[in-house]
């Protein structure tokens, strides 16, 4: 984060001469969110997939001056949506300096801040705030205080010789110190429900009460959270009366296109290995069916994290077989998929009844994808050159220690196999590792259409007729 310009007023004064006039944080979103839209720029950088459906109702939420809470299953992206919500504050902002709260300068709301502004006048010294520092985040857990939140009374400054009757003796809590910015409570129903009453006050009247201290704060805060599923969760809900306050409840969903999955995957993953496009599309797919899946509980969902985690899995293992073989640069290729349902199957939740048969299922779906991917990729491209080669004699070995231009060493020079890496995005001048990984698709989906064999050895699996 860069320091404030120097060219910023420091004074109340000088904010008051520069025209600063205090403005709220849901008018600041509202006028932000207007400008960029107006503007043609993207409010929501790094969201993918929601555009649609997700966005315009959020949009509207914000433009409304609303309360949020996003509804959805685990790893819809609730938390990287809210977190992108800061970006429409303004970068910087004025602030009291020594004050505990974020207050404008020009409209204090605590007692001593106000004493200090009656005191200083003009002369009030100012800090600028930047907007990253205006987002506060919470994860709700079921031993989460009402001080935690609102504010408890502070030992030490009682001990200090202030009356126990002081408002100034109070510790703020998570929400006030958030004042003129943006507190997101991730999980809200794990929060116990006593203490969920404590934020009633702070969504209504904007103000907060701390062990009986009738303390009239007009707190300006944006209240946004996520929740997963009542049906799903279990652990708690979200008490009536809170639910009543929120302006708004905007539900999410997983990518509805393979496109949008495989654009979030692109986006979110560290690959260490290069992972081609029909690659990332197989592990779309993959994470498609999974979530169609009879034999996969639904209602805990298959997090858009199982696709981003398959790719990195992918990635490592292109890596470690270039390591083992010396071929650079390190490309995925099919052979690497399989490393994807052992490591990946503890991340996921199966139906009652399927113990002992995770892998086999997901070595079935796994399959599905990729035949739905060569599908796709070679659809009208006759294959038969390449299975007749096969068959012929021209077995194709693969695996961790075979390296790319062995695999293809072992086909004659046919020109369907310039065709295939076309269709797979490859030039015929590209390197060895890269060729290899599309012909190995359409190696594995002859296999898959049964018309090679595929036998799997200790050290490297064989194409043959």
């Not at 009536?240 to 993953?269: C, M, N, W």
Request: proline letters at 7%; aromatic letters at 4%; zero cysteines.
């Amino acid at each position: 984060m860069n320091s404030a310009p120097s060219d910023l007023p420091r004074t109340a004064g000088e904010l008051r001469a520069a025209g600063y006039e205090p403005r709220g944080v849901k008018t600041e979103l509202h006028d932000n969110l207007l400008a960029a839209l107006r503007a043609g720029r993207d409010p929501w950088p790094g969201i993918v997939g929601f555009s649609r459906t997700v966005l315009p109702q959020l949009e509207r939420a914000i433009l409304a001056g609303h309360d949020v809470v996003l509804l959805g299953e685990r790893g819809q992206g609730k938390t990287r949506l809210l977190r992108t919500l800061a970006g429409l504050l303004d970068e910087w902002t004025p602030a009291i300096d020594g004050e505990e709260l974020a207050e404008h300068p020009l409209d204090p709301i605590t007692p001593a801040a106000r004493r200090r502004a009656a005191e200083l006048g003009d002369d009030l010294p100012v800090r600028w705030v930047h907007r990253g520092e205006r987002y506060t985040e919470k994860l709700a857990t079921p031993d989460t205080s009402v001080g935690d939140l609102i504010g408890d009374v502070d030992p030490v400054k009682v001990a200090e010789g202030r009356s126990l009757g002081d408002p100034e003796t109070i510790h703020f809590g998570l929400v006030p110190r958030a004042h003129r910015g943006i507190v997101a409570v991730n999980e809200l129903p794990d929060l116990a429900e006593r203490i969920q009453v404590a934020l009633l006050n702070v969504m209504e009247e904007r103000d907060i009460q701390v062990r009986g201290y009738t303390l009239r704060l007009p707190l300006d805060v944006l209240l946004v959270a996520t929740a997963n599923p009542e049906d799903y969760t279990n652990r708690g809900r979200i008490i009536t009366p809170l639910k009543d306050r929120f302006g708004a409840e905007v539900r999410t969903h997983y990518p509805l296109d393979v496109e949008a999955e495989i654009g979030v995957v692109r986006q979110e993953s560290r690959l260490v290995a290069e992972v081609g496009e029909p690659l990332l599309e197989v592990l779309a797919r993959f994470v498609r069916n999974l979530r169609q899946a009879s034999v996969i509980d639904q209602r805990s969902g298959v997090s858009a994290r199982f696709a981003v985690a398959a790719a990195e899995t992918v990635a490592a293992a292109a890596l470690r077989r270039s390591a083992l073989t010396g071929e650079e640069p390190a490309v995925a290729r099919p052979v690497d998929l399989d490393a994807v349902p052992a490591v990946l199957r503890g991340k996921l939740e199966f139906e009652p009844g399927e113990e002992g048969r995770e892998t086999e299922h997901l070595v079935h779906l796994l399959r599905m994808a990729i035949a739905e991917t060569a599908r796709s990729r070679f659809a009208g491209l006759d294959l038969r050159p390449l299975a007749d080669a096969v068959t012929d004699g021209h077995l194709v070995a693969t695996g961790e220690r075979v390296p790319g231009k062995d695999l293809l060493a072992a086909l004659p020079e046919l020109p369907v196999l310039h065709e295939v890496a076309q269709r797979a995005g490859v030039a015929a001048d590209e390197p060895a590792g890269r060729i290899a990984a599309a012909v190995e698709l359409a190696l594995e989906s002859l296999f898959l259409s049964r018309r090679l064999a595929k036998e799997a050895g200790d050290t490297a699996t064989v194409y043959g007729p």
